[in-house]
Every structure is written in structure tokens, then in C-alpha cells.
């Protein structure tokens, strides 16, 4: 499989403050790469070296095959951006606004409006006459992608495209870039984990400026393995002492409570605790509500590995 996108070494430096420390990816040509990493932890940052937009301290960073920092327009002509915060022209209409996008490519107008057409409608905005400076944020976002897809790009690079949406909003996005699947190389930048759990297949974490892991979101939850357990009783006191006896155990990675009934335990041995589960709870008399198992998620994964890097 080809590469569509690699860092090596990438590296960049604000007042001898390391935004991003030699920073090494490798983006499958076809994939839904999701870059995970808390605000600040410079996401955005390699993103605008990606583009082209800022220039690197130090390392290199290839574009599908060549050298961005040498690349001409015919490999810029191949990708497309949608930035953290997008900027409109709010008197335009959506199609004007991405007849205009697609005229910065040089596209040929017949084959810009079946494009436009297109891509309006994948968007949700096919008919829609309301002039931009009208649209909701999820609106924006929507046409945002569509217009980073005009020139046919390879390569499609998202900035935190979910982010400061409603739940509504949100849901638009992520159904837009599920239908995107194979059409482009889509590389994801979020903080919001359940976004890229849900539309990506490989993810990278950052935090810090450094990389922290890179694999597929299968591989990431096996490398880490364990199980969560959630029990759920009918009294605080009985939860609070029956979270004490769980965390005696050996089994016990993590052990977590909400306040009220509810504890939740990340396990390294699920048979283990399975077997024993029962027996402490029956040791403090507790009235036991729910009892449920299931495999780790990325926010697990995400904490355990940002927790460990802090």
C-alpha cells in the first residue's frame, strides 16, 4: 500500500518551546487517519506544516511522494483543507462560493458545476438559496468540506471539523465524512475521541508535541488489551467500600466511581474478576443493580497513555 502522507523527525519550536518534537507519521493512501491529541497539544500546528501554510524547524514531510517544502502546484492541486476555523464570504451563496473555490484550481466551469452540484448535495445544501452569512455553524462545516473536495483531492486534511458543534451538527459532519470513505486519504485532526472512533480506522495520538503511539484502532485496543467491568449497587457506602476491596486486587488496572452506584474498573484479567466479582459483592451485603463487561475504548486508551506521559 502506498503512503499519502509522512513526517520524519518533524520538529518545530516557538521560543525554544518544542510545539512539535520530532514528530514521525506514516498515512495510508485510502485510510481515515484520526490525530488524537488534547487542545494544545499541536495538532493544528502540524497541520499548517502539512499544507504548506508554516515551515518546519527541522525534519521533512512528504505528500503523496514528494518533498511538501519543494512540492509545486500540481501536488498542492492535489489536496484539499479544511481549517480549524473557516473562513466564508458570508454574501455568497454556496454555489458561488465553490464556483469560486474551484476557479482558484482552474477547473473547466462545465465540470466545476457538476461538481458543485454534487458535492452540495453530499453536504445536505443541494437547493439551499440562503446566503452564507445565514448558514448554522454546522452549515459552514458542511460546506467547508465540500469545498475541500472541489479539486478532487487525494488528500484530504480536516482541522478539529466537529468541534464547537451541537450534538445535530456534529452527526452532519460525521455522516458526510463516512460517505467520503474511499473517495480520498482522509487525515482527521480532533480532541473529541467518539468522532474518531466512530468514522477513522488509524489513529496517532499526540500530546505535548510528541507521538505517543500510531496503529490501527484495532491493534491500539489489543496492544493495550484489559476490559472495563461496570457495576452498578444500590448504595453509595456499599459502593464506595466494595471500589476499595476491587482496587485490593491484582486484576484491578483502574478503578472509578461517579459520585453515586456506579463503579468502573478496567481489568487486565476479565476471567479473573468475573469469578471474584460476585463474591465481593456479596461480602458487603451489596444490592447489586447491573453488572456488565465490555472491550476498551479509545478514551480509555487515550487516558491511559496521556495519563502516562504527563
Known amino acids: 500500500m502506498s503512503t499519502a502522507l509522512e513526517t520524519v523527525a518533524l520538529t518545530k519550536t516557538f521560543g525554544g518551546r518544542h510545539a512539535l518534537d520530532a514528530v514521525d507519521l506514516s498515512v495510508d493512501e485510502g485510510s481515515v487517519f484520526g490525530f488524537l491529541g488534547p487542545n494544545g497539544a499541536g495538532k493544528t500546528t502540524a497541520l499548517r506544516i502539512i499544507t504548506g501554510l508554516a515551515k518546519p524547524t527541522s525534519g521533512t514531510v512528504r505528500v503523496l511522494g514528494q518533498d511538501i517544502a519543494s512540492a509545486g502546484n500540481a501536488v498542492r492541486g492535489q489536496l484539499g483543507f479544511l481549517p480549524d476555523v473557516p473562513a466564508f464570504y458570508d454574501w455568497m451563496t454556496a454555489p458561488e462560493f465553490m464556483e469560486f473555490v474551484g476557479g482558484l484550481f482552474g477547473l473547466d466551469r462545465r465540470i466545476l458545476r457538476q461538481r458543485t452540484a454534487m458535492l452540495l448535495d453530499t453536504a445536505g445544501l443541494g437547493g439551499v438559496t440562503t446566503r452564507i452569512g445565514g448558514y448554522s455553524r454546522g452549515m459552514k462545516q458542511r460546506l467547508g468540506i465540500a469545498q475541500a473536495l472541489i479539486n478532487a483531492p487525494r488528500l484530504l486534511l480536516l482541522d478539529e471539523p466537529t ?136 478514551e480509555d486508551v487515550f487516558v491511559e497513555l496521556v495519563g502516562e506521559a504527563i
Open 163 to 298: 468541534s464547537a458543534l451541537d450534538p445535530i451538527g456534529r452527526k452532519d459532519v460525521l455522516d458526510m465524512l463516512d460517505a467520503l470513505r474511499g473517495r480520498a486519504t482522509i487525515f482527521f485532526s480532533s480532541h473529541i475521541l467518539s468522532d474518531v472512533e466512530r468514522v477513522c480506522d488509524t489513529v496517532g495520538i499526540l500530546n505535548r508535541g510528541r507521538v505517543l503511539t500510531q496503529s490501527s484502532m484495532q491493534d491500539l485496543r489489543s496492544r493495550h488489551g484489559g476490559h472495563r467491568i461496570v457495576l452498578e449497587v444500590t448504595e453509595t457506602a456499599d459502593a464506595d467500600a466494595l471500589a476499595t476491596l476491587i482496587a485490593e486486587r491484582s486484576w484491578a488496572t483502574t478503578v472509578s466511581r461517579d459520585g453515586q452506584g456506579v463503579i468502573d474498573v478496567l481489568v487486565s484479567d476479565a476471567a479473573a474478576a468475573q469469578h471474584e466479582l460476585p463474591s465481593l459483592v456479596a461480602s458487603r451485603n451489596a444490592g447489586l443493580i447491573r453488572l456488565e463487561a465490555g472491550e476498551l475504548t479509545l
